[in-house]
């Protein structure tokens, strides 16, 4: 095994995929997460927005030991205050990852964002002089990259297949062949949450207990058979189950609304749930439209109102069932209180061609 400066020796993850298939082998860099290096420059841009700073998967697995977090900090300070040597560091490893899989007779596949979520696309690398890696005797360089202007890491390594998660739902990499994102869904935010449908990526969802056959009318894969996402179907709903800290997560973040699961073929609710939280629940899991009359506090009479998509459901600190969702195509956000809502109907969209 190489020796490397920046790339992770081993993850029970990474290892577990590359075990399970013979074509890909596998390498990941994993950083502090969010602010924790320095406590103020992030590199984990939406950390707070989706909630998921504090039930990162950092203090995971080998993240438990503080050896392994100081050396995490230290790599990330590394990038935040010399990027030159970083990149200097990155590219040589990278070197050796390639020497690596040829020796194992395996494609390349690379994981950089372990538990960070940097925009690598935006990373200008340039000419490789200002590196000064010395990539003679490294056959697995393309010499015709190492003389270009190359905009990326992913310029610079086009036989690698790099693929990550990510909490930014604007990235867009649709351009660049060999990188794979997987947006990461959270229930944090209202507005972040409204966002499920829009984003083009599969979308990783993290669930407390179990996970469901469907979510929001997508079928949901277990991501927690392997890591490496880009061999996922397209329209998927990556499951993963909490881990670490994740497990006392209450932000929205970990998945947890009503504690409805989908098991084989029938759906199994708690015995104890009320007509309208299954019909609630059943839509939100499976993507389906709510019809129902609503009072306003304030309000003596009921209104009709729709969602077209229930994007999340929630406590309140009074442990009142808030329902959320899109009221209509163009994407605006309203939340309504369970107890508040009666004549319930849910609607799944059928198009016919006409």
């Not at 205050?81 to 590219?91: A, C, G, Q, V």
């Not at 979510?215 to 990556?238: A, Y």
């Not at 059943?282 to 129902?292: D, E, K, P, W």
């Amino acid at each position: 095994m190489p020796n490397y400066a920046l790339l992770s020796q081993g993850s029970t993850k990474i290892n577990k995929s590359n075990t399970i298939q013979d074509e890909y082998f596998s390498r990941i860099l994993y950083l502090a997460p969010d602010d924790l290096a320095d406590g103020k420059r992030t590199v984990c841009p939406y950390a707070k927005i989706a909630k998921c700073n504090e039930a990162c998967l950092n203090s995971a697995g080998m993240g438990v030991f503080s050896n392994v977090q100081q050396a995490r900090v230290k790599k990330t300070l590394l990038f935040l205050n010399d990027r030159t040597e970083f990149m200097r560091l990155l590219i040589k490893d990278i070197g050796k990852f390639l020497k690596e899989c040829d020796k194992l007779g395996k494609k390349p596949a690379l994981r950089l964002n372990g538990t960070s979520d940097i925009q690598w696309e935006n990373i200008y690398i340039g000419n490789m002089e200002q590196y000064s890696v010395d990539t003679t005797n490294l056959e697995v360089f393309d010499k015709k990259q190492l003389n270009l202007d190359c905009q990326n890491i992913f310029e610079l390594f086009p036989q690698i297949q790099f693929y990550d998660y990510t909490k930014i739902p604007t990235r867009k990499v649709s351009h660049i062949a060999n990188y794979h994102l997987t947006w990461s869904y959270s229930q944090a935010n209202d507005k972040y949450a409204s966002l499920f449908e829009k984003v083009p990526y599969n979308k990783a969802v993290v669930f407390m207990d179990a996970l469901p056959k469907m979510f929001k009318g997508l079928k949901v894969i277990d991501g927690d058979k392997h890591d490496m996402r880009f061999l996922d179907k397209t329209n998927s709903v990556v499951g993963l189950l909490a881990k670490g800290k994740a497990k006392q997560d209450d932000t929205g973040f970990v998945i947890k609304a009503l504690q409805v699961a989908w098991w084989g073929d029938n759906m199994k609710l708690p015995p104890n749930m009320t007509k309208e939280e299954k019909i609630v629940a059943t839509a939100f899991f499976m993507g389906y439209t709510l019809h129902f009359d609503y009072k306003k506090v304030e309000e003596d009479e009921y209104t009709p109102r729709t969602l077209i998509t229930v994007s999340d459901l929630k406590y309140n600190h009074d442990d009142e069932i808030l329902v959320g969702g899109c009221i209509n195509n163009d994407g605006d956000y309203r939340q309504f209180f369970l107890e508040n809502m009666t004549n319930i109907q849910c609607w799944q969209k059928i198009y016919v061609e006409t």
